[in-house]
């Protein structure tokens, strides 16, 4: 099993002034301490679970940007992308230039978007849920044949390619991990497209994962081909006090085929924090 730091905050105490700094040392002290991936959110506001509408929020690929610049072993990826924010030959062309960028290290974590209000705010597009959810495909669609030797056209319902050039291609293919746990749509184009499922740690994820295989046999992929993985709290305490408890819940994933585990560390500010994490969890969920 692996770990994984999700930055959601950028509300930082030194403010904008200092923020790129404080990014920075966060996305190193994860690294130095085996974290696997470090990621941000896709958003152009703060969302309600993690703080005010006005607190500071920064784009996603111009941040995956710099920390590519400033470390250089952790993935990177937006967790997760609004597939209907870019046009999806855009967004297969930034994926591609972060992977170039930091050697290899992209990923594309994406999903349909759900935040109207930002959307509606900025005008971004935000069709109706079906729609997304067609263009989340096409988008998918897109970025394996962006990826690919056919730089021919591509003509779907809603985008229509000429010619999907893309020099320089990426290292590496980047894997595709498609976040939520929609039981119709979701788990359907993760069987079909992705590398990576992001669910919750609910009491449903079992059946999740029970619905993930069989839209796998549908489909004719290798259930054990995808990388399971859980967005969940870290709170071990800056002391780690918590550690016991937190190695259980982890324990408790590991026995259902969660791979990794992604999650805002609380006080992750402090770099002692992390430091808990590097000597008493990472070494010792390694093994599982």
Not at 122 to 147: G, N, S
Not at 201 to 221: F, N, Q, S, W, Y
């Amino acid at each position: 099993m692996k770990l994984g730091v999700h930055i959601a905050d950028f509300t930082f105490p030194g403010g904008p002034r200092t923020l790129a700094d404080d990014l920075a040392r966060i996305a190193q002290a994860a690294e130095q301490n085996a974290f696997a991936r470090v990621s941000v959110m896709d958003h152009v506001w703060q969302i309600s679970v993690v703080g005010p509408e006005d607190h500071d929020m920064l784009e996603a690929y111009t941040t995956l940007g710099y920390l590519a610049a400033r470390t250089s072993t952790v993935e990177l990826l937006a967790w997760v992308t609004a597939a209907v924010y870019r046009a999806p030959g855009l967004l297969a062309k930034q994926v591609s230039t972060l992977d170039v960028l930091s050697g290899g290290r992209a990923m594309l974590g994406i999903g349909a978007a759900w935040n109207e209000a930002e959307s509606r705010g900025l005008d971004l597009p935000f069709p109706p849920t079906a729609e997304r959810f067609e263009r989340l495909e096409e988008a998918l669609q897109i970025c394996r044949q962006m990826w690919s030797d056919d730089d021919g056209p591509y003509r779907g319902t809603h985008y229509t390619l000429e010619r999907t050039l893309n020099v320089p291609q990426p290292l590496r293919t980047p894997p595709i991990l498609i976040g939520g746990g929609g039981e119709r749509k979701t788990l359907r184009l993760v069987a079909k497209y992705a590398q990576a499922c992001n669910l919750f740690d609910t009491p449903e994820l079992p059946h999740k994962l029970d619905v993930l295989r069989a839209h796998c046999e549908r489909e004719g992929r290798d259930y054990d081909d995808i990388e399971k993985t859980v967005m969940a709290p870290f709170d071990v305490g800056p002391d780690g006090a918590g550690v016991d408890d937190f190695l259980a819940t982890l324990r408790r994933l590991a026995d259902l085929g969660i791979a990794h585990v992604h999650g805002r560390p609380a006080g992750m500010w402090d770099r002692r924090v992390l430091d808990v994490y590097g000597e008493r969890v990472i070494p010792v969920v390694a093994d599982w």
